[in-house]
C-alpha cells in the first residue's frame, strides 16, 4: 500500500471490506509511526479489525491488538513472533521457495504467502516463479499456500486448480479506475471457482 498515493487508503479499504478477506497494512519505506497511523485510520473507516494483517512490525500489531501479522521470509521466526502475540492471532509468512514454506510450516506458520507468480511491475526484471512451482508447493504444503503476484480475475480458476487456498491481489485493486469494482470482480471468480471445486 505504501506506493499507493492517489487513493485514500483507509477509505477505500473500508468500501472493499465487504468482497475481501483480509487487508494487509505495510508501508515500508514510512516506517512505524506511518503504519500505526494507517491502521488506526482504517479502524477509524470502519475496517474490521479481524480483517486487518499488520505486515512485518510487531510493535504495530500488538499497540493496534491486530488478529493477523504477516511476517517477511527473512523477518523474525514464526515462533519469535507467536511469543509475543496473544494466543490465536494468525501468523502468515511471505514464500519463494519449498524450503522457506517448509520452515514456515516447522516455525507453526498459519499459512504462506507464494509469489510472485505471475510477471508484476512490483518485480519487474525478476522472473515469475509460475503456477507449475505455485501447484508443486501447494501440493507438498500442509498448510494453506495463498497465490501472489500480477494476479488478475481471469487467472483465478487456474490458481485455485493448482491447489492454491486464496489470492493476494495488490495493484489488481488499488490500481484500478474503481477499487470496489475490481475487488467484487475478483471475488465473483473466486465464488465461481469455489462453488465448482
Known amino acids: 500500500m505504501e506506493s499507493i498515493s492517489c487513493v485514500d487508503v ?7 471490506c465487504p468482497y475481501i478477506h483480509y487487508v494487509h497494512a505495510r508501508s515500508k519505506q514510512k516506517g512505524a509511526s506511518a503504519l ?6 482504517m479502524i477509524e473507516q470502519e475496517v474490521p479489525l479481524q480483517q486487518i494483517v499488520v505486515n ?9 491488538l491486530a488478529r493477523a501479522v504477516q511476517l517477511p521470509a527473512n523477518g523474525l521466526s514464526v515462533m519469535d513472533a507467536k511469543s509475543l502475540l496473544p494466543v490465536g492471532t494468525r501468523c502468515g509468512v511471505s514464500v519463494h521457495s519449498l ?3 517448509q520452515t514456515a510450516e516447522q516455525g507453526g506458520a498459519d499459512y504462506v504467502l507464494f509469489g510472485h507468480v505471475y ?10 516463479r509460475g503456477v507449475a512451482q505455485l ?5 507438498l504444503s500442509a498448510i494453506p499456500v495463498i497465490a501472489l503476484g500480477g494476479i488478475q480475475p481471469h487467472h483465478v480458476p487456474e490458481l485455485y486448480h493448482a491447489g492454491a487456498s486464496g489470492i493476494a491481489v495488490m495493484s489488481g485493486i488499488w490500481e484500478a479506475e474503481s477499487p470496489v469494482a475490481a475487488a467484487m470482480e ?10 465448482d471445486l
Open 36 to 41: 500505526l497511523s494507517l491502521t488506526r485510520s
Open 135 to 139: 501447484e508443486r508447493i501447494c501440493r
Open 99 to 101: 524450503e522457506e514454506v
Open 56 to 64: 512485518d512490525r510487531m510493535d504495530v500489531a500488538l499497540l493496534i
Open 10 to 16: 483507509p477509505q477505500v479499504a473500508a468500501a472493499i
Open 186 to 195: 475478483y471475488r465473483r471468480m473466486v465464488d465461481l471457482v469455489v462453488h
Open 119 to 128: 510477471e508484476t511491475y512490483c518485480k519487474a526484471g525478476l522472473v515469475p
